[in-house]
């Protein structure tokens, strides 16, 4: 990885919105590290972004539920020698059934890589950024914090108060931390769920490549919070004055 150019870690970066900051990332000229479980998966994504923009990329392959795994991507993060500019906390799951359908086991997973591992990994790299002077996260929430959706929203309501709270703690030392809010998006994150795109409206579909490139600029511009679509700005808007008794009555939208 040459040391002249900025380098972004991106976790989950085989699919979807984590993709789609690999390609738009190595497309600024970026460096990158990617970080997910399929090794297989991870150097066909390296190979094909090495060859369209020319950048290097290292591949991590790491289960974030696995705690050494996760070490692993925390000592990338410390490396002194081979500072990381930009931390993307992207990957992720969810679960489609309620929380007493799952197992505890299933639950506890989802806690890892929702919570803990953006907690670890931000660990990681916010020491160094702030000896340095320089440096971003990108922690990928949703817009699901702002309601109560079961576990789930309570991790991601985790990330989102964290990461609020990390943004205005490390501006003073040159780190610029953003949370990004999507709601709906056309991935696989819904199709690993067995989640149809029929359990939401068409206009709640956000394309991936459009919210991405909104919340690097939304990050490069200093801001807090990324939330895109105007129909997701309304409802995480609307969230914050609706009882919380209403909104658990939609909680079944998007489990179809």
């Given at each position: 990885m040459s040391t002249s150019s900025?380098?972004?870690?991106?976790?989950?970066?085989t699919a979807g919105i984590g993709r789609s900051f690999a390609h738009q990332l190595a497309q600024q000229g970026h460096d990158?590290?990617?970080?997910?479980?399929?090794?297989?998966?991870?150097?066909?994504e390296a190979e094909e972004l090495t060859t369209t923009y020319g950048v290097a990329v290292e591949v991590l392959a790491a289960d974030l539920t696995d705690r050494a795994a996760l070490a692993t991507v925390e000592a990338r993060l410390a490396d002194p020698d081979r500072p990381v500019d930009l931390l993307v906390n992207n990957a992720g799951f969810g679960l489609k059934k309620r929380f007493l359908d799952n197992s505890v086991d299933e639950?506890?997973?989802?806690?890892?890589?929702?919570?803990?591992a953006v907690m670890r990994l931000s660990h990681a790299a916010l020491g160094p950024m702030s000896e340095r002077g320089s440096g971003g996260i990108i922690n990928v929430s949703s817009v699901a914090a702002f309601l109560p959706r079961g576990s789930y929203s309570?991790?991601?309501?985790?990330?989102?108060s964290f990461s609020e709270w990390a943004?205005?703690?490390?501006a003073p030392r040159g780190v610029t931390?953003?949370?990004?809010?999507p709601g709906f998006t056309k991935t696989e994150f819904h199709e690993r769920m067995q989640?149809?795109?029929?359990?939401?409206?068409d206009f709640m579909w956000l394309d991936a490549d459009e919210l991405v490139a909104t919340a690097l600029k939304d990050h490069a511009k200093g801001k807090v919070f990324s939330i895109p679509g105007p129909q997701y700005k309304a409802i995480s808007t609307a969230?914050?004055?609706?009882?919380?008794?209403?909104l658990q009555k939609f909680q079944s939208l998007g489990r179809k």
């Open positions: 900025r380098s972004a870690l991106v976790t989950g970066p990158l590290v990617l970080v997910a479980r399929d090794r297989a998966r991870l150097e066909q639950e506890q997973a989802m806690l890892e890589v929702l919570v803990t309570a991790a991601k309501a985790y990330v989102n943004a205005r703690e490390y931390v953003t949370c990004l809010c989640v149809g795109r029929g359990s939401a409206p969230a914050r004055l609706i009882p919380g008794g209403v």
